[in-house]
């Protein structure tokens, strides 16, 4: 894939590396360019970085109307020698592919999506904060453009990738145990819907869960499948517990339950590197009150790119009384799990073959270049994407 670059002025674009004086926020902050690519006549059309700014949309716009959108999240890291480094963002590429094909958008090859978020990556590379625990949070998603107010496909697309640098998810990072709500009164997902997808209306049905939660002083609700037996999802997080023999429990990847990078990474390590067995299992939400109540579940918390590991200290209920788990605080092999994840994001600990993508330093953070030729690509059939291992 040719990329163009049609990149700021010198003058205009951050000149030194980040050091911000007050701890960052999450997802608040951009930085000066994103990639842009467009889907027309059954093509990916016209890759190119550009200054990160206002989109043109027609009001008629497919996505806003019935939310035919993808988005993906993936963190890169600034390594003490001086380089950028992203997370498995091969996984996530694949993933959006998946969501794509679960609401008709076309997919995009795998590797011209690792090539895209690399080169932004290197274009804003002086963007990456120097902070403990901050990252550049990736934000690549999909969106149908289409003016055109029937309920079906769109025939347009735009795909856009902008980076935020970001300070932890919880303002307290991992130091401060969270809260679930367990309530039957909301559902994230059904059987035969969307749940295993990213798309933008899961989240769009998922915020008035969390508003109630807040009321509840809880970060997030605990959600269960629609017949209120098993533990889906924590939030926007996969959850998992810990039993008091060591053995670590993700509820099985359904269709009703996002496939976590964070979640398949922990399996991938397993025991040999984490200390603890890792297996998926259905998860009956009385029996795990139960094992919570008698103390043989001792940790129980939440895995995502943006927390990480979110350790849960307590669930709350409807009535406002409150379940502890274990004496409350971040259990050891919750904090194992946070130490190595981050240790290999941050390469303080040998990674996993594969795992890190180096932003490699281009011609293009150092002066405009410009392409003309344009991508173009046939886009592969929707719901078929093709299976790619490494990227160039
Ligand atoms: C519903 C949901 N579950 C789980 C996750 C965690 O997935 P990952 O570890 O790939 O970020 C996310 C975030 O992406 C999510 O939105």
């Keep these: ?18 050091h911000p004086d007050a701890p960052l926020p999450f997802g608040q902050l951009r930085t000066d360019h994103m990639f842009l690519m467009d889907f027309e006549d ?4 016209e890759p190119r970085i550009v200054p990160y700014g206002p989109l043109s949309l027609p009001p008629g716009a497919v996505a806003l109307h019935y939310a035919q959108e993808i988005f993906e999240g993936a963190k ?8 950028i480094h992203a997370f498995r963002i091969d996984k996530n590429a694949a993933r959006l592919n998946r969501s794509g094909a679960g609401v008709l958008i076309p997919p995009i090859p795998e590797d011209d999506q690792v090539q895209a978020i690399l080169a932004l990556l290197d274009v804003d590379r002086l963007w990456a904060p120097h902070q403990e625990g901050a990252s550049l949070y990736i934000r690549p998603f999909v969106f149908g453009t289409q003016d055109s107010l029937g309920v079906k496909p769109s025939s347009r697309y735009t795909f856009c990738i902008f980076l935020s640098p970001s300070g932890p998810y919880y303002p307290a990072g991992f130091h401060e145990p969270v809260k679930l709500l367990v309530t039957r009164r909301f559902h994230r997902a059904a059987p035969g819907g969307t749940g295993a997808f990213k798309t933008g209306g899961n989240y769009a049905a998922s915020l ?5 939660a807040h009321e509840h002083h809880a970060s997030q609700v605990l959600f269960l499948d629609v017949t209120d037996t098993y533990i889906e999802e924590a939030g926007a997080m996969n959850h998992f517990h810990v039993t008091r023999r060591g053995k670590l429990v993700i509820p099985t990847f359904t269709d009703t339950i996002l496939r976590s990078i964070t979640s398949e990474s922990v399996i ?10 890792v297996k998926q299992a259905r998860i009956p939400i009385d029996e795990f009150l139960d094992g919570v109540r008698s103390g043989a579940i001792s940790e129980a918390g939440g895995f995502g790119t943006a927390a990480v590991v979110s350790a849960v200290g307590s669930y709350v209920f409807d009535d406002a009384t409150e379940l502890r788990v274990g004496d409350g605080s971040i259990g050891p092999h919750t ?15 040998p990674a996993p073959e594969g795992w890190l993508f180096q932003a490699r ?9 410009k392409v003309r030729r344009k991508a173009a690509r046939k886009a592969p059939a929707a719901r078929k994407s093709r ?3 490494k990227p160039r």
């Design 1 to 18: 894939m040719d990329i163009r670059f049609d990149l700021k002025p010198r003058s205009d674009r951050r000149r030194t590396a980040f």
């Design 42 to 45: 059954g093509q990916w059309i």
């Design 76 to 83: 890169a890291f600034l390594h003490e020698d001086g380089e």
């Design 208 to 212: 008035l869960a969390g508003h109630v």
């Design 268 to 277: 991938e390590l397993g025991e040999r590197h984490l200390g603890v067995a």
């Design 335 to 349: 904090r194992r799990i946070y130490e190595v994840l981050t240790g290999i994001q941050r390469g303080k600990r």
């Design 361 to 369: 330093r281009q011609e293009a953070s150092s002066a405009p270049r």
């Design 387 to 389: 299976p790619r291992s």
